[in-house]
């Protein structure tokens, strides 16, 4: 067994030192802010222009491509709408080849928590497998499953529920 | 931290007999009926001084928090104990109806110590049943004080208690969609709590080791979700194996050797155990579903768990070494996150139906389905040591975040544990030998 002993400053320095990080992060906190349903895959829920954003920006991927699909109850299958947003983000990995990505997988909160760490997982998966089936390297991916604990809406009713049913495509910094 | 010899137990005489014996007493409780009258029993302060006082208002409040006493106001006394040692005038405590009656003295040894006697009288046979006293650092006062109500229930109920335990959990703050979660652990009523953990890291699903002494979690530390060990005396952490994925719902085996937990492989989760001594890890489960939330009978011979192999999560049996899986939830909805009771008769469970969350019991082979409470969201419930009280945690709607409530087996006495913010995931401590 390994011992632990990485202080905590340690990863907030590596959060510091990572700009598309910090990005991410002030992305959700002004969707958060600004509305409780509307979600940081369409330019108008940030109120920017489409034209803002510089291609090949994390702001490009996020708001030109769609970052995000999401998921029926209980379900890991990727759907028709789902299908078009990934192809959009293989046809965009590829033409930026230098960005990694981490898939992040989601549930709502009607479950129990260690089942949804489960189903994200199961999400991610998917997602992976999809988007492995458009030409994205495996070497370019990983994925993490947050379950439910990572909720962008925050509402008690299925408006809110549907939006955290997710799998989010994060950008890293260069790929391997 | 606290030793397990750190208190002394003397039984105290009292005119020459030690115990009433138990043909004699009429006092008792049989817990088994349900929903019983709470039993009248009366608490007088302790002697002498703040902190005698202190311990036993904690006595009174455990007995009234079980739901099986109901303590007297002390306005209707008629006799003020002035000497602990003699016997009470039962005729004043009768009349009040006082079926039961706690007399104690706290003093302070030369050395520091602190010396707690009390008395358990049973007014209407005018007899003493219980008399025990205890020595212990001053700090500890809250634990005697526990100490002396699980005496108590024991005494009346013919069932161990469980004031004398902890409560391991994840205290939560911050905003539903950045909340910070940190490990807890409390005085089984809410008490001396205090964090474990001060990270930004999620960590989620603490369990106690047998011994108390430490806890198996689950934490994304490093971006990497995986099964922890903590030692509650030293605060050393570490890695639970070394897995190709994540890993999560670990419990320990009743003998302590072993964790118990899920290993998630691309969209499948099964379930594993890792023997802490000699590090061989054995895959129990071999399924493309998620095989979860695994829990050993306490006989360690079997482990519930939950499946969605069926279709939806429903609850199964197999022996310890994998043998036998048998699915033994069958009713509407989806059954998750089983509990196996520390007596072996029934496994606690979160069920989904209809839109609610209700927490409930069955027997091992899936009979005798019972709910205990319903609502929007009830999960994860957690045994008291004794098998009669469970710990789970609810969300209203609109309510922002969790808080941790418990419910008499029984379905009744349901009760909020008092935490300073959002609260989930609680594990109940055994009992301290």
């Not at chain 2, 039961?100 to 050395?111: K, P």
């Amino acid at each position: 067994m390994s011992r632990i002993d990485a202080p905590a400053a340690s990863r907030m320095q590596t959060i510091a030192r990572n700009p598309v990080m910090l990005a991410l992060v002030m992305t959700l906190a002004v969707a958060g802010c600004a509305s409780k349903k509307n979600l940081p895959n369409d330019a108008a829920g940030l109120g920017l222009g489409a034209g803002a954003a510089t291609p090949g920006s994390q702001q490009d991927f996020t708001v030109n491509v769609g970052d995000r699909i999401f998921f029926d109850t209980d379900s890991s299958s990727i759907r028709a709408d789902a299908q078009a947003t990934l192809a959009r983000q293989a046809q965009w990995l590829a033409k930026y080849p230098n960005y990694a990505i981490t898939i992040e997988g989601h549930a709502d909160e009607r479950g129990t928590r260690e089942y949804n760490l489960a189903l994200g997982a199961r999400r991610a998966a998917a997602t992976r497998e999809f988007l492995a089936g458009q030409g994205v390297p495996a070497n370019r991916m990983r994925t993490i499953s947050y379950g439910k604990e990572k909720p962008v809406a925050v509402c008690d009713d299925i408006s809110c529920w549907s939006q955290n049913r997710r799998a989010v495509t994060v950008l890293g910094g260069a790929g391997s | 931290m606290l030793r397990r010899n750190f208190l002394r137990l003397v039984t105290l005489m009292f005119a020459g007999a030690l115990f009433a014996a138990p043909a004699n007493a009429v006092v008792e409780i049989d817990i088994n009926k349900g929903n019983v009258e709470p039993l009248p029993i009366a608490v007088t302060d302790f002697l002498q001084g703040e902190l005698a006082q202190k311990i036993s208002d904690v006595v009174a409040a455990d007995l009234k928090r079980s739901g099986l006493f109901a303590p007297i106001d002390k306005g209707a006394f008629i006799e003020k104990i002035a000497n602990p040692d003699a016997a009470p005038r039962f005729e004043d405590w009768k009349v009040i109806n006082a079926q039961a009656l706690v007399i104690g003295r706290v003093t302070q040894e030369g050395d520091g110590r602190l010396k707690a006697e009390f008395r358990l009288w049973d007014t209407f046979a005018g007899q003493q049943m219980l008399g025990q006293q205890f020595y212990t650092q001053p700090e500890n006062w809250r634990r005697v004080a526990h100490i002396i109500a699980d005496a108590i229930y024991e005494r009346i109920t013919g069932e161990k208690g469980y004031f004398d335990t902890r409560i391991v959990y994840v205290a939560e703050s911050g905003p539903k969609n950045a909340r910070k979660r940190q490990l807890a652990i409390m005085d089984q009523d809410g008490f001396n709590a205090r964090a474990l953990t001060n990270s930004n890291d999620i960590v989620l699903t603490p369990r106690f080791s047998p011994n108390r002494q430490e806890i198996t979690y689950m934490s994304f530390e490093n971006q990497q979700p995986r099964v922890y060990l903590l030692q509650l005396e030293t605060g050393q952490r570490e890695v639970v194996g070394n897995f190709p994925g994540m890993t999560f719902a670990p419990r320990f085996s009743p003998d302590g050797q072993r964790v118990i937990m899920s290993l998630q492989q691309e969209g499948n989760a099964n379930i594993y155990t890792m023997d802490l001594r000699s590090r061989t890890t054995t895959r129990l489960t071999n399924t493309n579903a998620i095989d979860t939330s695994p829990s050993y009978s306490p006989d360690g011979a079997r482990v519930v768990f939950e499946s969605d192999r069926g279709g939806k999560q429903q609850l199964y049996v197999m022996g310890a070494d994998g043998s036998g899986q048998t699915r033994i939830s069958f009713g509407d909805g989806s059954y998750s996150t089983p509990v196996w009771s520390p007596r072996g008769d029934l496994i606690a469970f979160t069920k989904q139906s209809g839109g609610k969350f209700s927490i409930g019991v069955m027997k091992p082979d899936g009979s005798g389905e019972r709910i205990l409470t319903t609502g929007f969201h009830n999960e994860g419930p957690t045994w008291a040591p004794n098998g009669r009280v469970l710990m789970f945690f609810r969300q209203n709607a609109g309510a922002g975040g969790p808080q941790l409530y418990s419910i008499d087996l029984t379905g009744y006495n349901e009760q909020q544990i008092q935490t300073q913010g959002f609260a989930s995931d609680p594990a109940w401590s055994p009992l301290m030998e």
